[in-house]
């Protein structure tokens, strides 16, 4: 069975990587400190501080596997091969809902990078998948849980 590519634009891959650093090396290191101070205090066997940092260390080392393996399959979305005037992963997209007037402004990222609080939205995500593929001035309806939404979009910049 192929692993599936993660896309990721140069900003979330970078974004990851540097992560992945601060696991390996910092984080690392401030598990070791707690795990011998804890080991400081004696007898393991029921030391709450030693069974904490073991935990911290098990998790900290599933997510370094975890971010190794995603930057290992990733492939990074280069703009000069995208069309600048079609929304794909990567674009900044201003929209109009035409249902309350009010306009909106998305980037389209992969899963991983996804943050609604800073306007990225996942291309898998409803929106992200309605939105792929659209051009300027396209009235765009995009069918979510609550019904549907009616977008112009009025921008899309890189």
């Known amino acids: 069975m192929g692993r599936e590519a993660i896309y990721l634009t140069r900003q979330g891959y970078e974004k990851l990587r540097e992560q992945l650093e601060y696991l390996k090396t910092v984080r690392r290191r401030e598990i070791i400190e707690e795990l011998n101070e804890a080991i400081a205090h004696g007898d393991i066997s029921e030391n709450a501080e030693y069974d904490a940092a073991k935990e911290a260390q098990a998790q ?14 990733a492939r990074i979305i280069d703009d000069e091969n995208i069309p600048i005037d079609e929304l794909r992963i990567g674009a900044t997209v201003k929209l109009k809902d035409l249902g309350s007037g009010e306009e909106l ?9 996804a943050d609604f609080s800073q306007g990225k939205i ?13 051009k300027e001035n396209d009235i765009v309806e995009i069918k979510v849980p609550a019904g549907i939404l009616r977008y112009k979009i009025l921008k899309i910049s890189r």
């Open 105 to 113: 402004q998305y980037t389209l990222v992969a899963e991983l990078e």
């Open 60 to 73: 900290n080392e599933m997510r370094i596997a975890e971010l190794e393996k995603k930057l290992t399959g």
């Open 122 to 134: 996942s291309i898998s995500s409803p929106v992200g998948k309605g939105l792929l593929g659209h």
